[in-house]
């Protein structure tokens, strides 16, 4: 079946620290791949996608690029900053359904 | 332009209680899905709109949960009755036809007491 696994948190970092969160899936065909952030007391916003294999996705510093070879869609940044504290949630879109495959989550703390 | 909007932010009810959950999707979404988030978990899908068609259902607990989606614009999500068990976020999306893009609103934070 169709699954998305993200490494576990929480991440804990110090500001201007390099950032990896590691996001595989399992999924037949070729899906879009999505990062969402949940800031605390606030909904899901989409930071992120790629729709096909080598595509890169960018947004606010962070970027991720989907390789099929490995089945991944690692999230980066080269400089964490407090204000990017925050659950980030990796999630995988089969073309023929709209539903979304999620992650755990990984929870990310910055510290100053 | 307007986000997703839920309300309320916050309930508190008792088991066995009825509760419901109100969204207004973005203007023009035609698509508009309900999730249940658990403590530490990713989101779960409920159920999917199509308009005011229910596309998809099949993880509705259709014996307790509910759902509408009159004129094909705002819903409610009903619970009822409740259990301690349904003690989540409830979160509301949107997108267009043919697009990926979920947006998703601040959510309904329930407790079941």
């Known amino acids: 079946g169709n699954s998305v696994t993200q490494m576990e948190g929480p991440v804990t970092l110090s500001e201007e620290a390099f950032l990896t969160i590691n996001c595989t899936y399992t999924?037949?065909?070729?899906?879009?791949l999505f990062w969402y952030v949940q800031y605390p007391g606030e909904g899901l916003q989409l930071l992120l996608k790629?729709?096909?294999a080598d595509d890169k996705g960018s947004n606010k510093g962070f970027e991720a690029t989907y390789r099929k070879e490995t089945t991944s869609f690692h999230l980066e940044k080269g400089s964490v900053q407090v204000s990017d504290s925050a659950v980030y949630f990796c999630?995988?879109?089969?073309?023929?359904?709209?539903?979304?495959?999620w992650g755990a989550g990984t929870k990310l703390i910055i510290k100053p | 332009e307007a986000g997703v909007v839920q309300s309320p932010r916050y309930k508190i009810i008792e088991k066995k209680q009825p509760v419901a959950f109100w969204c207004n999707p973005i203007?023009?979404?035609?698509?508009l899905y309900w999730y249940r988030q658990n403590l530490g978990q990713g989101p779960e899908l409920l159920i999917r709109?199509?308009?005011?068609?229910?596309?998809?259902d099949s993880q509705l607990p259709k014996d307790r949960f509910s759902a509408e989606r009159l004129k094909g614009v705002d819903s409610t999500l009903k619970i009822q009755p409740a259990e301690l068990g349904d003690s989540a976020v409830y979160l509301c999306?949107?997108?267009?036809?043919?697009?990926?893009?979920?947006?998703f609103g601040p959510g309904t934070r329930l407790l079941v007491l």
């Open positions: 999924a037949t065909g070729y899906p879009s």
């Open positions: 999630a995988l879109r089969r073309k023929s359904n709209y539903q979304l495959i």
């Open positions: 999306a949107s997108s267009l036809w043919d697009e990926e893009t979920q947006y």
């Open positions: 203007s023009g979404h035609n698509t």
């Open positions: 709109y199509e308009n005011e068609e229910a596309v998809d």
């Open positions: 790629a729709t096909k």
